[in-house]
């Protein structure tokens, strides 16, 4: 058990309204990530945080923001959903930094989105 | 830029066959590689790592794969497949020179069916 908790875990919305996914870890790592997963398309980084207030844009960042006040919580904003938005969205995090770090993510159960 | 290709969307084999999955790799830098599982409606599961120490990595399940430099492969393996192995496989490598900061970039994935 990573201890990453996800939430909501499924959301059925209409374009052009805010969502706001959530991603909450127990054990106060640094590195934070938000992925969304497509068919055909693998997993596409969105945006990462590096610590408190010190987040940064990935490959698929257009149409989303991130926030992070506090270590444990990593928040992804929809500013105004579309139908090309609708995706199953993963958070992950890295532990360890350093020599402690090997690499691996550690991923949570996921939020399906549907943008009607 | 890191890449990592999958060869094959789908592959069916019989229950107690050998399992094989392809993964090509390209990266400037030496990379770290892993490969994924995913059931349905989870999150993903690390298999297994490697990291610059043996070639030939176990991982759980059963699994295995090996690096190799030359072909910049690092393919998964399973000498004789159970029907709890159908799930959908993900390789990826560390995204060490790319600026993000611990990322993997991920496959498209394989979605593995057993037969009985």
């Known amino acids: 058990d990573a201890g990453i908790t996800q939430s909501p875990r499924h959301k059925v919305t209409e374009t052009g309204t805010p969502v706001t996914l959530r991603c909450h870890q127990t054990e106060n790592h640094r590195y934070m990530y938000w992925y969304r997963q497509d068919p055909g398309h693998g997993l596409r980084l969105i945006h990462y945080?590096?610590?408190?207030?010190?987040?940064d844009k990935g490959e698929v960042s257009d149409g989303y923001s991130v926030s992070r006040s506090k270590t444990e919580d990593f928040l992804l904003t929809l500013e105004s959903a579309t139908s090309s938005q609708t995706s199953v969205y993963f958070c992950a995090i890295r532990k360890g930094q350093g020599r402690t770090n090997t690499g691996e993510l550690f991923f949570g159960e996921g939020s399906r989105l549907t943008v009607l | 830029a890191q890449s990592v290709t999958q060869l094959g969307s789908h592959v069916s084999v019989s229950e107690g066959a050998l399992v094989l999955l392809r993964c090509n790799y390209s990266?400037?830098?030496?990379?770290?590689l892993f490969w994924y599982v995913q059931y349905p409606n989870q999150g993903l599961q690390l298999l297994l790592k490697?990291?610059?120490?043996?070639?030939l990595v176990k991982g759980i399940n059963g699994f295995e794969a090996e690096f190799k430099k030359s072909e910049t492969s690092f393919h998964l393996t399973k000498p004789s497949a159970h029907m709890s192995d159908a799930a959908e496989y993900f390789c990826?490598?560390?995204?060490?020179?790319?600026?993000?900061?611990?990322?993997?970039?991920f496959g498209k994935g394989t979605k593995l069916s057993v037969k009985p």
């Open positions: 990826a490598v560390s995204d060490e020179g790319g600026g993000s900061q611990g990322n993997l970039i």
């Open positions: 490697y990291t610059s120490a043996a070639t």
């Open positions: 945080s590096y610590g408190v207030k010190d987040t």
């Open positions: 990266s400037s830098v030496p990379p770290y």
